[in-house]
């Protein structure tokens, strides 16, 4: 059994359904993910990640990468010879693709590079000041004391 309904989980819950969604994406595409073009994604520092994406045989202007919906979104279109060419074996697919990465909260695309047939696009996760942990400190008692307004009376 492979399909699973997560049915219940959307009416038994509030503010999970991109969960939900994700789950539901991740196993209905398990069987349908292309395998080309081939890519690696790498961890290159604690908040940095590399994906490389092998691109031969396309340029610089027929890549596209874009992010869009907490997606990254990297498409080619190879422009049409216009020369007559007579190939005996065309081995190198420059076929069309597009190939989508779903990106976590906070993370951000800082760049891409194509260079020798490798489309390098660098990522990095930046958490906001609000979500870091932070150190409370902790008062005496006396301290607690003297912030107190003491109001006698009222009217």
Do not use: W
């Given at each position: 059994?492979?399909?699973?309904?997560?049915?219940?989980?959307?009416?038994?819950?509030?503010?999970?359904?991109?969960?939900?969604?994700?789950?539901?994406r991740?196993?209905s595409?398990?069987v349908?993910?292309?395998?080309?073009?081939?890519?690696?994604?790498?961890?290159?520092?604690?908040?940095?990640?590399?994906?490389?994406?092998?691109?031969?045989?396309?340029?610089g202007?027929d890549l596209?990468?874009?992010v869009?919906?907490?997606?990254?979104?990297?498409?080619?279109?190879?422009?049409?010879?216009?020369?007559?060419?007579?190939?005996?074996?065309?081995?190198?697919?420059?076929?069309?693709?597009?190939?989508r990465?779903?990106l976590?909260?906070?993370?951000?695309?800082?760049?891409?590079?194509h260079?020798?047939?490798?489309?390098?696009?660098?990522l990095?996760?930046?958490?906001?000041?609000a979500?870091?942990?932070?150190?409370?400190?902790?008062?005496?008692?006396?301290a607690?004391?003297?912030?107190?307004?003491d109001?006698?009376?009222?009217?």
């Open positions: 059994m492979r399909n699973f309904d997560l049915a219940p989980l959307y009416r038994a819950t509030v503010g999970f359904d991109q969960i939900a969604d994700m789950m539901d991740v196993l595409s398990d349908a993910q292309p395998t080309y073009p081939p890519y690696n994604i790498e961890k290159t520092a604690d908040d940095a990640y590399r994906i490389s994406i092998a691109v031969a045989g396309f340029s202007r596209s990468v874009e869009k919906d907490r997606a990254l979104v990297v498409s080619a279109r190879k422009a049409e010879d216009d020369d007559a060419r007579t190939y005996l074996h065309r081995g190198i697919a420059t076929r069309a693709f597009e190939r990465f779903q976590a909260d906070h993370v951000r695309v800082t760049g891409a590079t260079a020798d047939g490798m489309l390098h696009i660098e990095v996760r930046e958490m906001p000041e979500l870091k942990p932070r150190q409370i400190e902790i008062a005496s008692g006396e607690v004391k003297q912030d107190v307004v109001a006698k009376s009222v009217n």
